[in-house]
């Protein structure tokens, strides 16, 4: 079955359109038309409702293979980015070499008003999925040539110190949805006990921990991906958050 259901992976989305929104090192096609400064916000906006998801996670994986259940650990990590196409949400499993998923991202669809989450498996498999985000939690699926609906959940738990990660598939499009694989764990570095509020990203506007420093000023941004953006547009950023 799981074999098939590779292969059904192989096959795409029920219309075989894989392209990565974003700029990425996964060698994957990124669109032409850069983003309009309105849709830079919006999607900007959009994404900020998974702003829980940033940072570095130790999780657990489960699956059942041949009728065993299989459990792994991998670290897995969130960061902004900020291509000329718009912005998105880039994680990777186990520095790209997870065992089943290597990559992927989120993005927001302006026009379709839905949020796409594209995922890559070890075996270069595409996913392509599009739904959206309730009280924080994203919610998509897809259905491949073969009528299968893969459904995947994404949200976070007890106040953003755990993440929890639910892929289930429906064969044929009819049936209960069962489960392909589940992660869950805690953020690196941080307990279920409450602490003080962190500064806000001055890029992403999401709780930061990383200090920039520009023209002798300390600011505070919440992954990479917001650092590199802030140290290649800084003047952009504090004159906005100059007028909050």
């Known amino acids: 079955m799981l074999a098939r259901w590779f292969a059904h992976l192989s096959l795409g989305v029920a219309s075989g359109f894989w392209v990565f929104l974003c700029a990425g090192s996964n060698g994957v096609a990124q669109t032409s038309r850069p983003a309009t400064p309105q849709e830079v916000e919006a999607i900007k906006l959009a994404l900020q409702e998974l702003q829980g998801f940033i940072g570095e996670w130790n999780l657990e994986a ?27 949400l880039k994680v990777e499993f186990a520095q790209g070499k997870g065992k089943y998923f290597t990559s992927g991202q989120v993005t927001y669809d302006v ?58 598939r429906q064969e044929g499009g009819r049936g ?30 999401g709780a930061a921990t ?18 590199d953006e802030f140290y290649a547009n800084p003047e952009k950023y504090i004159s906005a958050a100059s007028k909050k």
Not at 138 to 156: C, P, Q, Y
Not at 186 to 201: D, I
Request: proline content about 4%.
């Open 210 to 227: 990383i200090p920039v420093t520009y023209q002798g000023k300390q600011y505070f941004v919440c992954c990479t991906g917001c650092r």
């Open 111 to 168: 026009a379709a008003k839905q949020y796409r989450l594209l995922l890559q498996t070890v075996e270069k498999k595409k996913l392509d999925l599009r739904g959206k985000v309730i009280r924080g939690t994203l919610k998509v699926e897809s259905k491949d040539a073969a009528g299968d609906v893969h459904r995947i959940t994404m949200t976070t738990l007890a106040e953003g110190v755990r993440f929890q990660v639910r892929y289930d």
């Open 62 to 88: 489960t699956r059942k293979t041949g009728g065993k259940l299989e459990a792994w650990k991998e670290t897995v990590r969130w960061n902004w980015h900020f291509p000329p196409a718009g912005p998105c």
């Open 176 to 205: 209960i949805f069962l489960n392909v694989l589940g992660f869950q764990g805690n953020r690196v570095g941080e307990s279920f006990a409450a602490g003080k509020k962190a500064p806000e990203c001055i890029v992403s506007g």
